[in-house]
DNA sequence: TTTGAAATGTTCGCGGT
DNA sequence: ACCGCGAACATTTCAAA
């Protein structure tokens, strides 16, 4: 399942990655090839799926939901881990959901407004599905790469 | 530290999570105002903070790094966050650092090429920092919004 | 806030390597 | 298969109302 990608379009990537609404211009001049090449490469990182799209980058404490927190869920061996994301992804405050081995079977980040917000929403996850325990961590600051 | 974000902003923020490069006058047409007022409006969430980039979002696994796991680790009582993230975040496999209360000190979302890839980053973190002790959770899978 | 016009960026066909 | 060029089309940007 793995596809070719050169250096350029590497170079490509991680000017993407620093500024998502970069021109083909600019990224032409960076690269040293021409504006029409440039959009053909990022069109074909788009069609064999090494792009999956392109997002904004939001700093939520600043929309008044600056809480945010991992919490580990255990749940009955019967759930199923379609069901385990299907059931916590609905939630507003699931920012991710991640399905894992280990003690616990799925790790939930959350984000909220305040503590109470955020005890509610572990409320709803465990009453939510069928889950048997759960522990939760505040985050104090995190550091995302690029 | 909280801002003034109407609905329209609101509506502007999930368009441009939903397509990071969507032009302005597609999304005037979504919310009924003209292309310069949208423009001037993004212009501003992004002085204001509430928007701090656009990226790419990238299958990583077609690019071979398909392999995706969360450490925690414990660190000595002397070692301060700012230590934690800067030791972390120097390895190319680290794809975030949360700092966390808890049990553990720190959560590390790692992404590897293989397993043997895997430990070499885990031992790397280990031996980086005044580690104590670690515990590693296998992503099987992930769910993020939008 | 809108309008309007110039500057800039995008898209695509075609010919060349 | 990949590139560059050039022309048509669309978007961005900013000044003025």
Do not use: C
Request: aromatic letters at 6%; a neutral charge.
């Amino acid at each position: 399942m793995s596809v070719d990608v050169d250096a350029i379009d590497h170079s490509l990537l991680r000017l993407l990655r620093q500024d998502g609404r970069r021109t083909y211009s600019e990224m032409a001049e960076k690269v040293g090839l021409s504006v029409a090449a440039v959009k053909r490469r990022v069109d074909r990182l788009r069609e064999i799926g090494v792009i999956t799209g392109f997002t904004v980058e939001i700093d939520h404490a600043k929309l008044g939901w600056g809480i945010e927190a991992f919490t580990e869920l255990r749940y009955l061996g019967t759930t199923g881990v379609e069901e385990i994301v299907r059931s916590a992804s609905m939630l507003p405050e699931v920012q991710a959901v991640f399905t894992v081995a280990g003690e616990s079977d799925a790790l939930i980040w959350l984000r909220v407004r305040d503590m109470a917000h955020l005890k509610q929403g572990i409320d709803h996850l465990r009453r939510t599905g069928n889950v048997t325990g759960t522990k939760t961590m505040m985050i104090l600051g995190s550091w995302i790469r690029d």
